[in-house]
Structure formats: C-alpha cells, structure tokens
C-alpha cells in the first residue's frame, strides 16, 4: 500500500479532533474581553492542545512524504497515534471543568507522552516496512529531542500533583521545542 491514502485518512481524523477541540469552547455570555476571562483555562488548554495536535500533523506529513510503503504494522501504529491524539478534546473539557488541578494536568502529560511513543512506534514500523536503509530511517537520527521530550513529559506527570502549573510550562516547554518542523526529513526530500 502507498502511504498517500494513510495519509488523507490521518488528514481527515486530525480535522475531526481539530474540530470537536474547537466545538469545546463556550460561546462567552458578553460582548467584551471581561466575557472571556472565565474560560481562560479552557482557552489556554485548548492552544495548547491545538499546538499539540499541529505539531503531530506536521511532523507526521514530513515523515510520510519520505515513505514509500506502508503495511498493516504501520496502519495500526498510525492508528495507536490517533487514538491518543484524539483524547486531547476530552481533555481540554476535563481541565475546563476542574481547572489546572493535578489529575487533568497530569492526565494531559500522560496523553502527550504516550502520543510521543506511538509516533515513535509508527517511525519504527515505518522503517521496518521499507528497512533501515530507508529515507525514514537515515533522517531519524540522534532522538535528541525525543528522549528529552519523553524525559520532561514523564517528570512533568509526576509534578502535577505537587504544583500542575509547573507542569504546564514543561508541556508548553516541549511544545515550544518542537514548534520547528522536523528538518531531518526535509533536509532528505
């Protein structure tokens, strides 16, 4: 199979999750900038999860313009990444309603690292489908920013029940670091 059809089908569910992200937010009860700040909460998860959502797009668009087969390995991996990106509205109600508190906080890190492993499942699927002397394979590289990301991720889950604000900035920290789109696969193509 050619990764093109993988491809629009993960176009379409990421549309999908971008949509219900959005459909989360209440419509403010004034007309002024005073209406929005009981939903600010709200607000910043939902950025935060648009970032989120954005960077996994991206990055998944890179790395399926270097593939040239997929087999029914990477369509599951595909689909274990989409499951946990398709969490993020949940969670943008969930922080809404009780706030940065520490179970949602921590719940969102959870989501955010094993999002992190299965895109690091589907990477290596996709190398096992074309071998490791494939375009996937030679742009991976170090992992640098990966095992870093997994790092923070995992200690920001355990920070959230002594300060969930803190958490937050890991998550915004890791998005911050991978707001670039991944050059490696661009450098190759």
Known sequence: ?????????????????ITIMVLSL???AGAGFA????????????????????IYW?????????????????????LFLLFWLSLFPFLIRWIGEAGVTAMPVA????????????????????IAAEGEQS?????????????MSVALYAAAIGLAFVSPWFSVAIYLAVSAIWLIPDRRFEQLL
């Open 26 to 28: 209440p419509v403010p």
């Open 35 to 54: 209406a929005l700040r009981p939903d600010i909460t709200l607000f910043g998860a939902y950025a935060l999860s648009f970032v989120n959502v954005g």
């Open 58 to 78: 991206n990055n998944h668009h890179h790395m399926l313009q270097a593939a040239r087969r997929v087999d029914g390995r990477v369509l599951w991996a595909n």
């Open 135 to 147: 375009k996937i394979a030679k742009a991976v590289g170090a992992k640098t920013k990966e095992i």
């Open 1 to 17: 199979m050619k990764p093109d059809r993988l491809n629009a089908f993960t176009d379409g569910v990421i549309a999908i999750i």
């Open 107 to 126: 719940a969102f890190g959870a989501v955010l690292l094993l999002a992190g492993v299965a895109y690091y499942l589907l990477e290596r699927a996709l």
